[in-house]
């Protein structure tokens, strides 16, 4: 096959700083990094392709040709929502519930400080309008939509100049003709306002979910669209014949057309392509349950994959500030990274959650921090080499002040000054990173019914393998991976998601009291929606596979549990919806309750609060090799370094990774520096190269 | 079940013995894997649990107490219950052999009169031993139950003249006999209460008791019992250090605060409460001498146990709020409560409202007592509401359902000194999550009309408070609705000049002829179609409203927080042009000369000084 005929796929994330690139040829990966262009992020795009091209030995334009496929991860809707310059945003709601977006139903971040200043509002209260209007929990409409005040409220909008119009009313996810009328009007009374409809957005209860999420989405999706079109005929320009595929939190990729429907769904879709990289890596690993944590410059993501899969989920996600209601895979974050700042806050030593961030960065970057850092303890330690080739060889750390700020820190604590000191300092703040981040993985376990102990461990990010084994230690985990793709992880995410639809729709009702004609037309409109956008996307219907699913609760509760009804099902085969419906998810959701919460209740009747229809296709993704046959002699370590690994300084051998390969095996203490991250292998714990090349640390 | 046995559970309690010698960063590290373990099992029954008070309001919290009855740890959930639970675990600790309490018991506490605050916030409790069987600490979850099993559902009574009347007490009930649920125990307790949902939130604490309990043991056996018990040594002894370290920023002195509440359920008028804070050196006491103690009152009687909690809830709004809040707090801080009066109920008293008022009226005092010297932090954390309206009624199978009306609002966030309030409620207190119009009306009979913020519904001020809530309802079968209207004649008070927030009023039968407005108390039983609106005090002022900033004026004036009418009437601000057409522009001209005719001079002159 010559190259031109080559079908290749391309998954590209664009990071802060990194625009990552992950090249699918055949089974093959070939991962590349370029800096981000952040005046206009297609561009850096752009010359990243141009690499790759080049590499193949082809023109920009033959390449884009024999590209099957391009999937991208995009940060945009998140630097909007961090930068608070979106678009400028109206909301027109129903009468009498003007606030529940600033009430945030009592939510504070920081319930004991009464200096906690509110957040930056998208829709101030002058343009948050509200019409006379209501529709009930049945459907029914209480009071008819009063057109004329709709063409007031946007006229006022108009005179404050908006440029993007969220619209929430009660109940419209069960009845939305209310919210449809009011787009016609508003089409006629605000051209070119792009238009949110909360029905569309997250048609689902409660209001303050739904409206926020709406709000949110209205206030990035200007932005959001302009960009992915910029994009898009860029590379159309570029020569490229096929749908772009974009990342959405959920962790499944679908086109730009899909996504311009509801851009939120971008938001946090980066963290998501991590998890979904480490799921489909730990399944070929035979791994299907992982803890995967991903530490990087300023914080320590960390998240949960099940049964091979990483779960999503479409509640309280707070980000920014704003709730966000779309259905996202989990992530927990905790501003714990190699930049955050070691401090002592009242006789108490503290790591972060502040971060040098990239710019002065840590001291030991040499561009004029002078706070100490996660990093700099580690080059206290001796964990990380001031030796050459930091960061793939980009740059040097440095020692200079480095002890000094560590001499500072131990004087705090009321200890000496001294060069001992100062490592102890160091290794203090160690201890205490480590603490904040075991404790943080325990909370993201929190009240899933999961024993850490259970999981295997997957390491990923710029300094999550120096770290890893030490939770791991904590946690009970004695397996922990770490893939030699790990710094391009999310990019490596985005080749592996596949194109994916999940939407939902409400429907309350007690599980012996279903309507099955009401169930049937609900999931007719998802499946319809699947069918359309996987037909646009050039997706042939029996290549969908569909899980039907149904959300449960005991009358209550405030969270359902979802669970599938139907799995691996056919796209529109709805021959599951009869009579003994009711009977089988009351067992199912049985068995989940149990599962979760180790007990039911006995005499109750849990109600559907909705259906879903989670659809995919599956696409060719990386082949990830395992296991062990591959031999090769003893490792030859570098040299040795003086380090702590916590069990006080020692000569410790040093291993580059370029010089290992499959079969190699290190028993710690031991440092192995690859070119963009440092794997500690601790003592008692031994480091084996599988056939892939990949890491797994065991506890021996 | 006296005053004697109150001056017990208020005693100071001596450190735990041990021969370790902790340092700060593993004492912290420990530290995080209590707080740890707490947000688990809050977590774990904020999602298992199915009353909305619990699993949507998060009325719920999760501590450890340690084995000399301390609270060592409470750091998840409704801070109000957090300072309450280890009186009651002091009671079990007093009783350990005569209740045979041992390794795998889970306890339930709610007795007024036994270190508890009012009967439906359930404390569910288990103790954890080192391997070596020595008790170390019990772990805590404490959560409001919809019902009490007393008169009236949900447990306010309003007339009630004992607790007898408000529902059963527990002052330590074994639910779980060394691993094994006590299943006529657990049936009686749940017997006793309404709702059918009971039976699996009392499930849910228990299963939360027992997860919490067995990580606390991993972390005791991780570490080894003697370095635990210096590291609650240690955690408690430093945040009494950083309390007294805060005090001493404080100028000396005594200052006061006097609140008064409308009336009792009676109407009895003019409650008081009154409290000294004194600040000498590094220590503050708070002395409720002078707060009413007048025995035919009803429904004001505030439990000991919930009055020591009040204070300290709003003591640790006013200082850094880094600060771990547990027994270094009571260390810190010297509580005097007479006798008798209605923060220190005698026996038998009924519980339940009091837990509103004078409860929150305590804080209140605290706040403006230190709003003299802590301006920056004078943010009173307390609801002014009465009782909100609840509505009880009967499904089609003949259910008991009640909405409590802990709905999304805005009541009570007034300023401080530097910032305007904001948000639904103050969150030191409740933390609560309110509840949304779209569940309610799921489960409910009832239709949301309205929950919108009333303009000029907060306190002006140099900063001014968030404007209160009008909550109106319809109910759309017959049902009973029940209220306590206070905070009218004595609404939510400014603070450093500022005004006072607006009077709470409610109002049943709107828009027919049958209309009234609830002056004390309502009982009602309301007809289909029937329209309830309450309207909530909204938050006071902070500093004088001559001195705002006028441009903030005309800001809060487009978004309707403030009519056009204040703006020249409470603040002085002269606008020009068009609310209608957004092109307000202050007359700088005409506000300088209108504020120096309304006595601006006087408070310039002021802060010059």
């Given amino acids: 096959m010559s190259a031109a005929a080559m079908n290749y796929r391309v998954g590209i994330d664009i990071g802060g700083t990194f625009t990552d690139f992950a090249l699918l040829k055949g089974g093959e990966v070939i991962l590349h990094k370029n800096l981000s262009t952040p005046q206009d992020r297609s561009l850096g795009v752009m010359q990243g392709l141009a690499t790759l091209a080049a590499k193949e030995g082809l023109e920009l334009g033959s390449f884009l040709g024999s590209c099957e496929a391009i999937v991208h991860g995009t940060t945009v809707a998140d630097n909007t929502l961090i930068e608070m310059n979106g678009a400028l945003t109206g909301l027109i709601t129903t009468e009498g519930f003007r606030d529940e977006v600033e009430y945030r139903r009592g939510f504070k971040e920081d319930i004991w400080d009464v200096r906690l200043e509110p957040p930056p509002q998208i829709t101030p209260r002058r343009r948050r309008l509200t019409v006379p209007e209501r529709v009930l929990a049945d459907g029914s409409v209480h009071v008819a939509l009063d057109e004329e005040a709709v063409r007031h409220a946007c006229r006022q909008l108009k005179k404050q100049g908006i440029e993007s119009l969220a619209v929430s009313f009660l109940f419209a996810f069960v009845n939305n003709a209310h919210e449809r009328r009011v787009r016609e009007i508003a089409r006629e009374e605000l051209p070119g306002v792009t238009i949110s409809l909360s029905h569309e957005v997250l048609p689902r209860a409660p209001e303050y979910d739904r409206t926020s999420t709406t709000v949110a989405n209205a206030y990035v999706a200007p932005r959001v669209i302009a960009y ?72 320590y993501d960390m998240s949960l994959v099940t049964g091979g899969s990483a779960p999503v989920e479409a509640g309280w996600n707070m980000h920014h500030r704003n709730l966000i209601g779309v259905p996202m895979v989990k992530v927990e974050t905790l501003g714990a990274g190699g930049g955050s700042i070691c401090h002592v806050n009242n006789g108490v030593l503290e790591v972060g959650p502040r971060s040098a961030g990239s710019e002065p960065g840590p001291i030991t970057y040499g561009r004029g921090g002078t706070e100490p850092t996660v990093t700099d303890a580690l080059v206290m330690l001796g964990i990380l080499s001031t030796g050459e080739g930091f960061a793939g060889g980009s740059f040097r750390l440095q020692k200079a002040g480095v002890e000094e700020a560590f001499a500072k820190i131990s004087a705090e604590m009321g200890n000496a000054a001294s060069t001992a000191g100062a490592e102890a300092a160091a290794f203090d703040c160690w201890r205490v990173v480590n603490a904040n981040m075991s404790q943080g993985v325990r909370r993201t376990t929190a009240g899933k019914g999961l024993d850490p102990k259970e999981l295997v461990m997957l390491a990923y990010g710029g300094n999550g393998p120096a770290f890893a084994g030490v939770q791991a230690e904590d946690l009970g985990i004695n397996r922990v991976l770490v893939p030699k793709a790990s710094p391009t992880f999310s990019a490596l995410g985005t080749l592996v998601a596949n194109p994916a639809i999940d939407e939902e729709r409400s429907y309350i009702a007690r599980v012996d009291a279903l309507d099955l004609g009401r169930l049937r037309k609900l999931w007719l409109e998802l499946v319809s929606r699947a069918e359309k956008y996987f037909t646009d996307g050039a997706f042939a219907h029996d290549r969908v596979v569909a899980h039907y699913q149904i959300n449960m609760r005991y009358p209550g509760q405030n969270f359902a549990l979802t669970f599938d009804i139907a799995p691996n099902a056919r796209l529109n085969d709805l021959s599951f919806i009869d009579d003994a419906i009711g009977e089988r998810a009351l067992a199912l959701f049985n068995a989940r309750h149990m599962a979760e919460y180790n007990h039911i209740r006995e005499g109750e009747l849990p109600e559907v609060t909705g259906v879903r229809l989670a659809s995919h296709v599956v696409t060719p993704s990386p082949v990830v090799a395992s296991g062990f046959t591959a031999k090769a002699g003893e490792a030859a370590p570098s040299g040795k370094r003086r380090a702590n690994l916590g069990q006080g300084f020692a000569e410790t051998p040093i291993y580059v990774g370029a010089t290992l390969a499959p079969g190699h095996s290190i028993a710690g203490p031991a440092i ?20 892939a090349g990949d890491y797994e640390l065991v506890k021996g | 079940m006296s005053f004697v046995l109150n001056r017990k559970l208020a005693e100071r309690r001596a450190p735990l013995a041990t021969a370790v010698n902790i340092d700060p960063v593993s004492a912290s590290i420990i530290r995080g894997a209590f707080e740890t373990a707490c947000f688990e099992a809050a977590t774990h029954l904020g999602r298992a649990a199915s009353s909305p008070i619990i699993n949507q309001s998060n009325e719920r919290n999760a501590s450890i107490i340690d084995a000399h009855g301390r609270l060592a740890m409470g750091a998840i959930g409704t801070p109000h219950l957090t ?10 600790l007093m009783n350990m052999d005569n209740y045979d309490i041992g390794a795998g018991d889970v306890l339930l506490s709610n007795d007024p009169d036994h270190g508890g605050g ?35 559902a949900g447990g306010f009574t309003l007339e009630a003249t004992d607790i007898f009347t408000e529902g059963l007490q527990f002052p330590c009930l074994k639910l779980v006999h060394r691993g094994e649920l006590r ?56 945040s009494e250090r950083r309390c007294r370290e805060e005090f001493t920023r404080w100028p000396d002195g005594t200052y006061e605060g006097t609140v008064f509440i409308d009336h009792d359920t009676m109407g009895t008028k003019d409650i008081k409460v009154h409290v000294a804070c004194t600040v000498a050196g590094d220590s503050l006491t708070v002395d409720l001498t002078g707060t009413d103690d007048r025995q035919e009152l009803v429904g004001v009687w505030n439990t000991f146990a919930n009055s020591r909690s009040y204070v300290m809830t709003q003591v640790g709004a006013m200082i850094d709020p880094t600060i771990v809040k547990n027994e270094g707090m009571f260390n810190a801080v010297e509580i005097v409560i007479p006798e008798g009066c209605i923060a220190q109920p005698p026996p038998n008293k009924p519980a339940a409202l009091g837990s509103f008022h004078p409860a929150c009226e305590i804080t209140e005092a605290v706040c403006v007592a230190l ?81 919108e913020m009333t303009i000029d519904g907060g306190g002006a001020g140099q900063w001014r408070g968030s404007p209160g809530s009008l909550n109106v309802k319809q109910v759309l079968k017959p049902t009973s609705a029940m209220a306590w209207m206070v905070s009218a004649d004595h609404p939510l008070r400014g603070m450093g000049g500022g005004d006072d927030a607006i009077p709470y009023s409610n109002h049943f039968n709107v828009g027919t002829p049958e209309e009234y407005k609830v002056e004390r108390t309502a009982q009602a039983l309301l007809q289909p179609q029937a329209v309830i609106a309450y309207q909530h005090g909204g938050g006071a002022g902070f500093g004088p409203p001559l001195l705002r900033d006028a441009e903030q004026v005309k800001e809060d004036v487009l978004d309707e927080y403030v009519s056009l009418t204040a703006a020249r009437a409470k603040y002085g601000v002269v606008l020009t042009g068009s609310l209608e057409d957004y092109t307000l522009a202050v007359d700088v001209e005409a506000t300088a000369t209108l504020r120096k005719d309304m006595g601006v001079g006087e408070f310039t002159l002021e802060a010059a000084e």
Wanted: with cysteine; net charge negative; aromatic share 8%.
């Fill in chain 2, 183 to 238: 299943r006529d125990v657990f049936d009686m307790v749940a017997r006793n209460n309404r709702f059918a949902t009971f039976a699996g939130d009392l499930a849910a604490m228990i299963s939360g008791v027992q997860l919490a309990a067995r990580l606390l043991g991993e972390v005791i056996g991780k570490w080894g019992a003697d370095t635990i018990k210096a590291a609650i040594n240690q955690s408690i002894e430093h």
């Fill in chain 2, 118 to 152: 009012h009967l439906p916030d359930y404390c569910v409790y288990s103790p954890v031993y080192s391997a070596d069987g020595e008790l170390i600490v019990f772990v805590a979850l404490q959560a409001h139950q919809g019902d009490t099993g007393g008169k009236d």
């Fill in chain 1, 228 to 299: 992915l079109d910029r994009l898009v005929s860029r590379l159309k320009d570029g020569g490229y014949r096929n749908q772009l595929m974009v990342m959405q939190a959920s962790g499944g990729v679908m086109t730009v057309d899909y996504i311009d429907g509801s851009p939120i769904r971008v938001l946090a879709s980066g963290p998501a392509g991590g998890v979904v990289g480490s799921a489909h890596v730990g399944k070929a690993k035979g791994c299907p349950n992982l803890l995967c944590v991903d530490m990087g410059g300023t914080s």
């Fill in chain 1, 672 to 691: 192995i520096e690859e070119s963009f991250t440092t794997i500690v292998v601790y003592p008692g714990w031994v480091a084996r190269i599988d056939d």
């Fill in chain 2, 371 to 451: 709003s003299a010297i802590a301006p920056e932090r004078a943010q009173p954390q307390l609801y002014k509401i009465g009782m909100p309206n609840a509505v009880i009624g009967f499904d089609d199978n003949g259910m008991m359902w009640m909405d409590q009306g802990v709905d999304c609002r805005s009541m009570d966030t007034s300023a401080i000194q530097g910032i305007d309030g904001w948000g639904s409620c103050p969150s030191s207190l409740g933390n609560l999550l309110l509840s949304q119009a779209e569940d309610a009306e799921c489960r409910f009979p009832i239709l949301n009309i309205s929950r």
């Fill in chain 2, 83 to 92: 300072f309450v639970n280890a009186m009651m675990v002091r009671w079990a």
